[in-house]
């Protein structure tokens, strides 16, 4: 059974930064990545890696995010700063096996105060 954990949201200052984690059990994945959610709007790619280490990012994010992968420890993470009252949304990770199958994490809290 697939499972995803994150950990790391939280409230925090405009201008400021947080690490989001997310650790993986049941499988091993071909990509791995961090979408979010704000309240009305539809789920949004933040960042995404794969095993070749092809990263993409959220227009919004470039310069600011900064994803990271263990894939040893199937565990990958996205530094966040300079933080904007845009970004509050509910993170969620993500990760795609080798047939193509997403699974996701249970979603993770990020405020941003101005």
């Known amino acids: 059974q697939v499972q995803l954990v994150e950990s790391g949201g939280g409230l925090v200052q405009a201008g400021g930064s947080l690490r989001l984690s997310c650790a993986a059990s049941g499988s091993t994945f071909a990509a791995t990545g961090w979408y979010r959610q704000a309240p009305g709007k539809q789920r949004e790619l933040v960042a995404s890696?794969?095993?070749?280490?092809?990263?993409n990012y959220g227009d919004s994010v470039k310069g600011r995010f900064t994803i990271f992968r263990d894939a040893a420890k199937n565990t990958w993470s996205l530094q966040m700063n300079s933080l904007k009252s845009e970004d509050t949304a509910v993170y969620y990770c993500?990760?795609?096996?080798?047939?193509?199958?997403?699974?996701w994490g249970q979603g993770t809290q990020v405020t941003v105060s101005s």
């Open positions: 993500q990760a795609r096996d080798w047939n193509s199958r997403d699974y």
């Open positions: 890696i794969n095993l070749l280490g092809t990263i």
